[in-house]
């Protein structure tokens, strides 16, 4: 029997934009990347209930993207591949912070969500103008999982969803009943295909070790740093061979903490080294997962252990970096921020073998940090400082930004531009940002540079590309340096 919920990938992309962009409205346009990675996992779950794979499915994963997001590519054959794959529904780690803003304003935004995500599985679900049971169950499965965080969290009452039940068309079993991957792996290999060959395939690609070394040291400045990650990375290396060889090999934390001010590149280096540990075998996957205290704690009692384990179990095989880790230890003896690190800790012993915690901030407040409980000072032997960048680096940090972006500096601007970032670096105070400043002053150019070819008739392609002494300072600060000189 056809479904009323059937859409082209056309009409559900604009189902998709209707309903995200509703949400944005209320939750905030920068959730954008988050959500569309959530709708395409849940997607992927979703599918494995379907009575069958097509086309249609794989263009109907190509739709789900918000407005100025890039569309995704999607073939059948890497669909089939990733819905075998698919695990089980978990909350996105957002809606978290949502139920917590609604509890505290009372508003609905989470229950606008949970509404939100019905109707686009509904549509996901009738692709192939069936709704089954088993994608039915999913999406209830879902709302419920949802309603239960809302109901714990205080959120007020909003209006019922729909019931996914009332729109099944069919009983047919789902994709994952006709093709249990159990089933598959017992029938060996397929046609053509070595013991070898299906091995290799379903091991993860291993990152480009040399190409993250190239990465590391093409870092502006931090020659401390470098040489730091280089000798852990040496010993790792030692380790592992004494391993292969049968040789004792003596218990080392890899778990670090990063001191240092903002913008200093301590993410950057933090994505490196897990990339790194996985090219080596020191870590399964490598992936980097960055968290603040609001991606931990919760409102709640109870809830913020949940929210932990939840973004532990994302970095499992890679890296979890927590940015000022310090803000955890900050509200007392009652406050949900122990709970975290209590969790935090146990995960760090539980996994010592695939999984790396890098813990952030500045270097006052780390101190204070790990003094504050005995688990960290004995979990964390590992200090990696990061020293503010100087005037040289900072220059060389933006001239890095101009060739990225296409841009390049005429003869008085490039004088001028070691003698601003000197003076950027002489005139810093307790906000300096470092390399966040240049990110910021080069954008600012940008800006400036657009509203001074705004003003020409026809600019050529050099004044497209080129920055003038005039685009480094507002139009009032040149006007006062004018007249100092």
């Given at each position: 029997?056809?479904?009323?919920?059937?859409?082209s990938p056309e009409e559900l992309h604009k189902t998709y934009i209707a309903n995200t962009e509703a949400f944005?409205?209320?939750?905030?346009?920068?959730?954008?990347?988050?959500?569309?990675?959530?709708?395409?996992?849940?997607?992927?779950?979703?599918?494995?209930?379907?009575?069958?794979?097509?086309?249609?499915?794989?263009?109907?994963?190509?739709?789900?993207?918000?407005?100025?997001?890039?569309?995704?590519?999607?073939?059948?054959?890497?669909?089939?591949?990733?819905?075998?794959?698919?695990?089980?529904?978990?909350?996105?780690?957002?809606?978290?912070?949502?139920?917590?803003?609604?509890?505290?304003?009372?508003?609905?935004?989470?229950?606008?969500?949970?509404?939100?995500?019905?109707?686009?599985?509904?549509?996901?679900?009738?692709?192939?103008?069936?709704?089954?049971?088993?994608?039915?169950?999913?999406?209830?499965?879902?709302?419920?999982?949802?309603?239960?965080?809302?109901?714990?969290?205080?959120?007020?009452?909003?209006?019922?969803?729909?019931?996914?039940?009332?729109?099944?068309?069919s009983a047919q079993p789902s994709f994952l009943e006709k093709n249990p991957p159990q089933a598959a792996a017992?029938?060996?290999?397929?046609?053509?295909?070595?013991?070898?060959?299906?091995?290799?395939?379903?091991?993860?690609?291993?990152?480009?070790?040399?190409?993250?070394?190239?990465?590391?040291?093409?870092?502006?400045?931090?020659?401390?740093?470098?040489?730091?990650?280089?000798?852990?990375?040496?010993?790792?290396?030692?380790?592992?061979?004494?391993?292969?060889?049968?040789?004792?090999?003596?218990?080392?934390?890899?778990?670090?903490?990063?001191?240092?001010?903002?913008?200093?590149?301590?993410?950057?280096?933090?994505?490196?080294?897990?990339?790194?540990?996985?090219?080596?075998?020191?870590?399964?996957?490598?992936?980097?997962?960055?968290?603040?205290?609001?991606?931990?704690?919760?409102?709640?009692?109870?809830?913020?252990?949940?929210?932990?384990?939840?973004?532990?179990?994302?970095?499992?095989?890679?890296?979890?970096?927590?940015?000022?880790?310090?803000?955890?230890?900050?509200?007392?003896?009652?406050?949900?921020?122990?709970?975290?690190?209590?969790?935090?800790?146990?995960?760090?012993?539980?996994?010592?073998?695939?999984?790396?915690?890098?813990?952030?901030?500045?270097?006052?407040?780390?101190?204070?940090?790990?003094?504050?409980?005995?688990?960290?000072?004995?979990?964390?032997?590992?200090?990696?400082?990061?020293?503010?960048?100087?005037?040289?680096?900072?220059?060389?940090?933006?001239?890095?930004?101009?060739?990225?972006?296409?841009?390049?500096?005429?003869?008085?601007?490039?004088?001028?531009?070691?003698?601003f970032f000197d003076a950027l670096y002489e005139g810093r105070d307790e906000n300096f940002g470092n390399g966040?400043?240049?990110?910021?002053?080069?954008?600012?150019?940008?800006?400036?540079?657009?509203?001074?070819?705004?003003?020409?008739?026809?600019?050529?392609?050099?004044?497209?590309?080129?920055?003038?002494?005039?685009?480094?300072?507002?139009?009032?600060?040149?006007?006062?340096?004018?007249?100092?000189?």
């Open positions: 029997m056809p479904t009323q919920w059937k859409r944005y409205r209320t939750a905030g346009r920068g959730l954008a990347a988050q959500m569309d990675e959530f709708c395409t996992s849940c997607a992927l779950q979703l599918f494995a209930r379907s009575a069958s794979l097509t086309e249609e499915h794989a263009e109907a994963m190509n739709a789900l993207y918000s407005k100025g997001r890039p569309k995704p590519s999607w073939l059948l054959w890497a669909l089939t591949g990733e819905v075998g794959r698919s695990g089980e529904f978990l909350p996105p780690l957002f809606f978290w912070s949502l139920t917590e803003q609604d509890a505290r304003r009372g508003t609905d935004c989470s229950r606008v969500f949970i509404r939100m995500l019905t109707n686009i599985l509904l549509c996901l679900a009738a692709v192939d103008d069936d709704v089954t049971y088993a994608e039915a169950e999913y999406i209830t499965e879902c709302a419920d999982k949802l309603s239960a965080l809302c109901d714990g969290a205080g959120v007020k009452k909003g209006k019922p969803g729909l019931r996914a039940a009332d729109f099944v068309t017992s029938n060996g290999p397929a046609q053509g295909q070595t013991q070898t060959g299906a091995a290799e395939e379903a091991a993860p690609e291993k990152p480009d070790l040399d190409a993250l070394m190239a990465e590391l040291d093409g870092l502006v400045g931090l020659e401390a740093v470098k040489k730091d990650v280089k000798s852990m990375m040496n010993l790792v290396k030692v380790r592992q061979l004494r391993k292969e060889n049968g040789l004792p090999v003596p218990p080392m934390s890899l778990h670090m903490v990063f001191m240092g001010n903002p913008g200093t590149g301590k993410t950057t280096v933090a994505r490196l080294i897990g990339g790194l540990y996985a090219a080596i075998g020191a870590l399964s996957k490598g992936q980097l997962v960055e968290v603040d205290r609001s991606g931990l704690v919760a409102g709640y009692v109870g809830q913020t252990a949940i929210k932990t384990q939840e973004v532990i179990a994302s970095a499992l095989g890679g890296v979890l970096f927590i940015d000022e880790a310090y803000s955890l230890a900050s509200g007392g003896e009652n406050d949900f921020g122990r709970e975290a690190i209590e969790t935090v800790l146990k995960a760090m012993e539980d996994h010592r073998e695939d999984l790396v915690v890098i813990v952030a901030g500045y270097t006052g407040p780390m101190e204070k940090f790990l003094s504050s409980n005995p688990g960290l000072e004995s979990r964390f032997n590992k200090y990696i400082f990061f020293s503010d960048y100087n005037g040289d680096e900072l220059n060389a940090i933006f001239h890095g930004q101009c060739r990225k972006n296409g841009y390049e500096l005429d003869e008085e601007a490039e004088a001028y531009s070691k003698e966040r400043d240049v990110r910021n002053q080069f954008e600012d150019m940008v800006v400036r540079q657009a509203d001074r070819l705004a003003a020409m008739e026809a600019p050529t392609k050099e004044d497209l590309i080129r920055f003038t002494k005039a685009d480094f300072l507002p139009e009032q600060a040149q006007t006062e340096t004018e007249s100092l000189e």
